[in-house]
């Protein structure tokens, strides 16, 4: 396996699956929301040939993502860009999601996620957390077979001593 390939794996494994996996499991759901979000965007990066730090690409890249590696429900609930402003431009400029979005876990509510109900949306942490896992776990697999391209990544930039 070359270089960038182990990187890329390596890099997916333990800075987008491992803490999505832990804050799901400990139930820290504020932080786990705003770390999907923000990861949206870095695996929408996989999926086009550009370097991952490109310019320019977020809501081009959050779309991306989540048309192509989401259960269909995100692409349509994303029509306007509107899971891109309520969860990643919130997330990353606020660090609270839009007030548009009526989040619970599966314990609170008995709402079918991504429904709407005057105006906002019903969307629930745990199946969005869940789902961010499978769109890794495809990104991973493609990489893998080569049907997706490794991105350039330093590693060694990003272990933790």
């Known amino acids: 396996m070359n270089e960038n390939k182990e990187n890329t794996l390596t890099f997916i494994q333990q800075y987008l699956v491992k803490p999505v996996e832990e804050l799901l499991a400990t139930q820290q759901y504020y932080p786990l929301l705003i770390y999907c979000s923000l990861g949206i965007e870095t695996i929408g990066a996989f999926l086009d040939n550009k370097p991952l730090r490109a310019r320019k690409q977020s809501k081009l890249r959050f779309g991306n993502a989540l048309f192509q590696l989401f259960p269909k429900k995100y692409g349509f609930s994303n029509k306007g860009g509107f899971l891109y402003e309520a969860l990643r431009n919130h997330s990353a400029h606020n660090l609270i999601p839009s007030s548009y979005l009526i989040i619970y876990n599966e314990e609170e ?43 350039f990544i330093q590693i060694n930039s990003f272990t933790d001593n």
């Open 109 to 151: 509510e008995n709402k079918k996620h991504l429904s709407l109900s005057k105006e906002k949306t019903f969307f629930c942490i745990d199946t969005f957390a869940k789902d961010f896992l499978t769109a890794c776990q495809k990104i991973s697999k493609d990489i893998e077979n080569n049907k997706l391209e490794a991105k």
